[in-house]
């Protein structure tokens, strides 16, 4: 008994010990302490913090990048119309309206048609031409990309300046051949604010180096100047096309597709794919997710998402700007699977192609991204 009171009257070593050492710890790192209380009490604003952000493609770092690239035969940008049904802010509401939004809907597919193309040299010309209205895409391959001569039409003016485009700067390889085989259509990250085809290079040049395979890379548009579902339509528009019409247009022979994204762009990689099935088409053979955002909800919290909190890179307040900037008020990420995948119904999943999802032990996305693989499994 008297044991007993001493040892509780008192403190044991252990307990000494311990308390010596989280003084020594914190108070050795006090400068982390300050910073991490720094990062809670930030309040960016959007529109610097969005610039910041895209700091990336300013010319400077966009030739550094460049500088670093693996050589590729062909790395050009494309400009291709939307010919097919949008996917608009009225469709959707439409649908959760009729709560079909997380069901399939086969008559959506009945209302695609494809316009048959009768002039490939004009198709050619009018894929160069930038504007609004249509999506920008960057094509990149390992090898240079060619046309045929189009009958016999003396090669001048604009169709001169498409056969340069098209043949990049490989002239001394001949004339080159279909690629036959899969293709891969990759959707840059960002937060759905920033980035672009260009600055995500530094991976899509090496993968398209070491896999042999011709990549799209979509330059979509970007939040709050063109909030959900803009982004998701012009993925929608550039999937269409390329299934209609890369091997007769650009002699591209896409008989497997693969989507592939990273952060904002694996969250509308998979996004789009359920859409797709949504409309009862055939959907991609596959899709790589790499540290996807999978539930985009303001009121949405993981214990992984609270590493955020002092994360000087991807900072709580970053994302909560970059969820207001993509989700006006009239969208709903709780049940709506083309802004949040995870709450995709069975029947959607079931239809989900191979996919396969990268985490890392520090993303703050990689609950959500576990909850996926339960729920696929």
Known sequence: MRNAVKSKGLPSYRAIWNLVSEILYYGTRHTKAQIQALLCLIDPQAEEAFQAWNMIDNPIASKVIQARLPYLGFDKMIYIPRMFPKITKEAILREYKEGTINKIDPTIAASIKAPPITDRCKV????????????????????????????????????????????????????????????????????????????????????????????????????????????????????????????????????????????????????????????????????????PCLKVDL??????????????????????????????????????????????????LKKMPPLRIVTGSEDPFQDDNWRMVFKLR
């Not at 090898?143 to 043949?167: P, R, S």
């Open 299 to 348: 009121m949405h919290s993981t214990p992984s998402l609270f590493s955020a909190i002092d994360n000087p890179m991807l900072h709580m307040s970053l994302l909560k700007l970059c969820i207001e900037a993509y989700i006006t008020e009239e969208m709903d990420g709780k049940k709506d699977p083309y802004i949040s995948p995870e709450v995709a119904s069975d029947e959607l």
């Open 124 to 291: 050619l010309k009018e894929l160069l031409r930038e504007r609004e209205d249509k999506v920008p895409v960057r094509i990149l391959s390992h090898d240079h990309l060619g046309v045929e001569k189009c009958g016999a039409t003396t090669i001048k003016g604009l169709y001169q300046e498409t056969m340069n485009f098209l043949m990049g700067t490989c002239s001394k390889r001949g004339r080159a051949q279909k690629l036959d085989g899969a293709v891969i259509l990759h959707m840059h990250g960002g937060g759905f604010v920033a980035m672009s085809s260009a600055s995500m290079r530094i991976y899509t040049a090496r993968w398209c180096k070491n896999l042999k395979m011709v990549h799209f890379s979509i330059d979509h548009r970007l939040a709050p100047k063109n909030p959900y579902p803009d982004a998701l339509d012009d993925i929608w528009q550039t999937y269409l096309w390329i299934i209609n019409y890369s091997e007769l247009v650009l002699g591209i022979k896409a008989q497997k597709v693969i989507f592939a994204g990273d952060s904002s762009g694996a969250n509308l990689a998979m996004a789009i794919t359920l859409r797709i099935i949504h409309a009862g088409l055939q959907p991609p053979q596959g899709c790589l997710l790499v540290y």
